[in-house]
């Protein structure tokens, strides 16, 4: 597999360990192909109620910037959030696109001129967005497909190196696949018969999975499972 990688970036990647490392990796990237900041972003479910900082998972945006955006403004309006999840094509925004008015122009309301947005994906198929933001020139063709390319082969190093690290948090296969009935709603006694089991053996498992992940009902499980990205 690796003598198919060709890319310098790659050298670099095969020495990154931790946090400190991707950040070094796409903050460089992004200031070599003109932009100014950058952004790795958890898409989730559309429909969820989000904020932006709560789905920046690595970002280098000016201290602040997306907490006091979140105080004026809902993340999941915005054209841009909405065409992350409706594509999985790499798209260039102008705060000067017409399509970006109605209020929801995400770009004019962080203060950038430029955005690229670069959607990937998890190895366990979880859906995330490398963004760049800069108030440069548009981006040339070329330039653009080097970036995509660059950022997604970081991002598949970051994810199997950090955030799938943390995801599971000692849970086994069977407990994460009872925790993922449980987010759906299903009761004891029907994960139970999902997975043939009886339902006793479900509740231990789930007295487990509560203690596993320091907390106490099933709202605050589900809640802590997604944000930490054991489940989807």
Not at 203 to 232: C, G, P, W, Y
């Amino acid at each position: 597999m690796k003598n198919h990688r060709r890319y310098d970036i790659c050298s670099d990647l095969e020495k990154a360990l931790n946090r400190v490392d991707f950040f070094r990796i796409f903050h460089n990237m992004s200031l070599r192909f003109g932009f100014d900041h950058f952004g790795i972003l958890q898409l989730g479910n559309e429909n969820d109620a989000c904020m932006l900082s709560n789905r920046l998972t690595l970002h280098d945006l000016p201290s602040g910037l997306a907490e006091e955006y979140d105080k004026r403004h809902r993340f999941g309006d915005s054209v841009v959030y909405k065409s992350l999840h409706a594509s999985g094509i790499s798209s260039v925004w102008r705060a000067d696109d017409l399509h970006l008015g109605n209020g929801s122009n995400l770009l004019a309301q962080l203060g950038f001129e430029l955005l690229l947005c670069v959607p990937v994906n998890g190895i366990n198929g979880a859906r995330y967005a490398v963004l760049f933001l800069g108030d440069g020139d548009d981006i040339e063709r070329q330039e653009h497909f080097e970036l995509c390319y660059d950022a997604i082969a970081a991002f598949d190093y970051f994810y199997r190196l950090v955030l799938s690290n943390k995801a599971g948090l000692g849970l086994t296969p069977r407990e994460t696949e009872i925790l993922r009935w449980i987010s759906h709603g299903k009761t004891a006694s029907e994960i139970a018969l999902i997975v043939s089991v009886s339902e006793h053996t479900i509740n231990s498992h789930t007295a487990t999975i509560l203690k596993k992940l320091d907390v106490v009902n099933r709202t605050q499980m589900v809640a802590k499972a997604i944000r930490e990205q054991i489940i989807q």
